[in-house]
C-alpha cells in the first residue's frame, strides 16, 4: 500500500507540478492561441493541483476494497457529491471558471485533509501521519520546489514544438527530483545496484 502510493505520487506530483508551472506555455503549444492560453491557464493551475491530491487521495478506496469494506467510501462519495455539485453551480455562476477550479481544489483538499484520516483510522491505525508525511507531503512537497526553480529558467521561444519539448524535460526532471525523495525508489535502486554486485557489503 505505501510503496503504490509512493510510486503513484512520483508520477501525479511530477504532472500536477508541471501543468501548474507550465500551465500558460502548454496551453499555448497545444493550441496555438496566446490570448486563449492566458485567460485559460489560471483555470488550470487550480485542476492540475486538485487532480495531482485526487490521484493519491484514490489510495484509501484500494485499502477499503482490498478489506472488503466499502460502507466509508459510499459515504464519502456521497457527502463530497452533495457538496460538490451545489458549490461547483455558485462559484461557476459567480466567478466563471476560476471559480469552478477553486472548489474543484478546495474540495479534493478537504477530503485529503479531513476524510483520509478516517479511512486509515478505521482500516490501518498507525498509519496516517507516516502515509502522509513520508509517502505523500515529501515527495510532492520536493517535486513542487524542483517545479518553482525549474520555471524560472524554462525558456521562452515562438516555436509551439520547442516549447512542448522543453515542457516534457520539465516534467521529466520534475519527477526524477521527486523520485530521489521517495525511499521506495532508492530502496528499488539500491536492489538493482547488489543485483549487479556494484554494491559490496
Known amino acids: 500500500y505505501r510503496q503504490a502510493t509512493q510510486m503513484v505520487a512520483v508520477i501525479a506530483s511530477a504532472a500536477s507540478v508541471t501543468v501548474a508551472f507550465c ?29 495531482g491530491l485526487l490521484a493519491v487521495s484514490a489510495f484509501p478506496y484500494y485499502l477499503q476494497y482490498a478489506k472488503g469494506d466499502l460502507r466509508l467510501h459510499l459515504i464519502g462519495n456521497a457527502v463530497f457529491v452533495v457538496m460538490l455539485i ?20 478546495i474540495m479534493n483538499l478537504l477530503s485529503f485533509i479531513a476524510w483520509l484520516p478516517l479511512v486509515h483510522r478505521k482500516f490501518a491505525p498507525g498509519l496516517n501521519l507516516r502515509w502522509y508525511f513520508q509517502d505523500v507531503l515529501v515527495i510532492f512537497g520536493v517535486a513542487a520546489i524542483a517545479g ?36 521506495v525508489v532508492w530502496l528499488k535502486v539500491k536492489m538493482w545496484l547488489e543485483q549487479r554486485h556494484i554494491i559490496w557489503e
Open 23 to 51: 500551465a500558460e506555455p502548454l496551453l499555448w503549444a497545444w493550441t496555438g492561441d496566446k490570448i486563449l492560453a492566458h485567460q485559460a491557464a489560471p483555470i488550470l493551475i487550480l485542476y492540475a493541483i486538485g487532480n
Open 148 to 183: 518553482y526553480c525549474l520555471s524560472s529558467i524554462l525558456p521562452h521561444s515562438d516555436s509551439r514544438l520547442w516549447l512542448t519539448t522543453a515542457v516534457m524535460g520539465f516534467g521529466f526532471l520534475v519527477m526524477l527530483v521527486g523520485a530521489c525523495a521517495s525511499s
Open 86 to 105: 451545489p458549490a461547483i453551480i455558485w462559484a461557476a455562476s459567480r466567478y466563471g471558471g476560476v471559480g469552478a477550479g477553486y472548489v474543484w481544489l
